[in-house]
Structures are given as C-alpha cells and as structure tokens.
C-alpha cells in the first residue's frame, strides 16, 4: 500500500505561479496528477510514466511541468501563467503497473488533493 500526500495549492491571482508536491510511501514508475473542476469530471493533465516519459494534458501544455527526485517517492508539478480556469482540486496518483496515463482506472492508489483556486 502507498500513501501519497499533496501540498503547494493555494490562492493565486491569473498568471501566477504554483508548485505542487507529492510524497509517496513507497517508490512507484508511474505517477501523475489529475485535476477536478466543480461540476466537472476529473482530468489527467500530467504524468510520468515508467520513470522516462513525460505526458500532458494539451490543455496544459507549456505551462506545466511534471518532475520526479531520483529516489522516486516525490513527484512535483509546476504551473504557471495560471488561469482561472485551473482552478480545481489536485490529485496526485500512482500507478502499480500499466496503462494508459489519462486513465483512472490505471492508478491504484491516490492522494487526498490540494486545492488550486486561480482569481481573475
């Protein structure tokens, strides 16, 4: 079992800058971090997958980034020239085996969220 643990959200006016972190209890090759707006379904937007290939969503493209310690149990990701739009609950996930990345069903276990609220 690993226990994954988010911090870094916050309120932040558009344009701004975040950077979330993830903490495993174990060392996994996959993990990624999805998002969920109100009213909305949850979303991947970033992933590393297998410890080498690196994933985004197309609407984050350019603006966040994915990155992993060597140890391999801290996933960080950064966002920048937020837009209100980002706004939403941040998970991360990790994943025992494979799959495909934008896929909850691939991730067995999961963070509680932190929350990125993004003010015009």
């Known amino acids: 079992q690993v226990q994954l643990v988010e911090s870094g959200g916050g309120s932040v006016q558009a344009g701004g800058s975040l950077r979330l972190s993830c903490v495993a209890s174990g060392a996994t090759s996959t993990m990624g971090w999805f998002r969920q707006a109100p009213g909305k379904e949850r979303e991947g937007v970033a992933c590393?997958?297998?410890?080498?290939?690196?994933e985004y969503a197309d609407s984050v493209k350019g603006r966040f980034t994915i990155s992993k310690d060597n140890a391999k149990t801290t996933v960080w990701l950064q966002i920048n020239s937020l837009k209100p739009e980002d706004t939403a609950m941040y998970y991360c996930?990790?994943?025992?085996?494979?799959?495909?990345?934008?896929?909850?069903?691939?991730?067995?276990?999961w963070g509680q969220g932190t929350q990125v609220t993004v003010s015009s």
């Open positions: 996930a990790a994943a025992a085996g494979p799959g495909y990345w934008k896929l909850e069903g691939t991730y067995n276990y």
């Open positions: 590393i997958v297998n410890d080498r290939t690196i």
